[in-house]
């Protein structure tokens, strides 16, 4: 069963600092990833992708990717209250074939 | 630019019964896929069309069906419903990505399904 894994949480963070979430993942066939942050309620909104190993920046976010190790991260620099949201990650391969397959989520609280 | 929209936003079935779920696709986005969501869990794949043809499956029974139309618009049909059939459906949509996988899928709202 090939499977995507993050930590539920809550991860609770204080207002400033830096949010660090985690992913691992089970298929070593797996060459696409993508963070998406879902608020309460609604649906998912994709942050960022990555495709090879090391770090890719967008803004206050930083996605990590290590496919030795298999896993993901996103960091979140100076998190806001409205940061605070279930991070879900999700892993495909790289062909038609692939299915796509998500991460429970991990939600994130940002305290003031 | 018109995102992902989804319709019904609520619906509420008895056990047994059909229901039909519509999506129309990000402007420029041929590819449509669907989840199903369950409270607390992330979202689970059903099957992504593309062509008017459904071209890849999770694993779901057969009462979960589709259609793609010409103009990229999709629907989802569950049949028989069961009790446990009540989530959050999930429509994305996401260019082509020429055979080359999973590319960045952007999430219409949702149907909320509740089977009593």
């Known amino acids: 069963q090939k499977e995507v894994e993050q930590n539920s949480g809550p991860l609770s963070v204080p207002e400033g600092a830096i949010a660090s979430l985690n992913c691992t993942y089970s298929?070593?066939?797996?060459?696409?990833f993508f963070w998406y942050r879902q608020y309460s309620g609604k649906s998912p909104e994709l942050i960022m992708s990555?495709?090879?190993?090391g770090d890719k920046e967008d803004g206050r976010f930083t996605a990590q990717l290590n496919k030795a190790s298999q896993y993901v991260s996103l960091l979140i620099r100076d998190s806001q209250p409205s940061d605070s949201a279930t991070y879900l990650c999700?892993?495909?391969?790289?062909?038609?074939?692939?299915?796509?397959?998500f991460g429970s989520g991990t939600r994130l609280s940002i305290r003031p | 630019d018109a995102g992902v929209t989804q319709s019904p936003t609520h619906l509420i079935k008895t056990r047994g019964q059909q229901v039909t779920l519509r999506c129309s696709p990000k402007?420029?986005?041929?590819?449509v896929s669907w989840y199903q969501q369950a409270l607390g869990q992330g979202p689970q794949f059903i099957f992504q069309?593309?062509?008017?043809?459904?071209?890849q499956r999770g694993n779901f029974p057969d009462r979960f069906s589709g259609h793609q139309f010409p103009n990229y618009s999709s629907e989802l049909n569950v049949n028989a419903l069961l009790l446990g059939d009540s989530a959050l459906y999930l429509c994305?949509?996401?260019?082509?990505?020429?055979?080359?996988?999973?590319?960045?899928?952007?999430f219409g709202p949702g149907t909320r399904l509740t089977v009593t």
């Open positions: 069309y593309y062509e008017e043809e459904e071209r």
């Open positions: 298929d070593r066939g797996s060459q696409s």
């Open positions: 990555i495709y090879s190993n």
């Open positions: 402007s420029g986005h041929d590819t």
């Open positions: 999700a892993a495909s391969g790289y062909s038609s074939a692939s299915k796509i397959i």
């Open positions: 994305a949509s996401s260019p082509r990505q020429g055979g080359l996988g999973w590319g960045e899928q952007y």
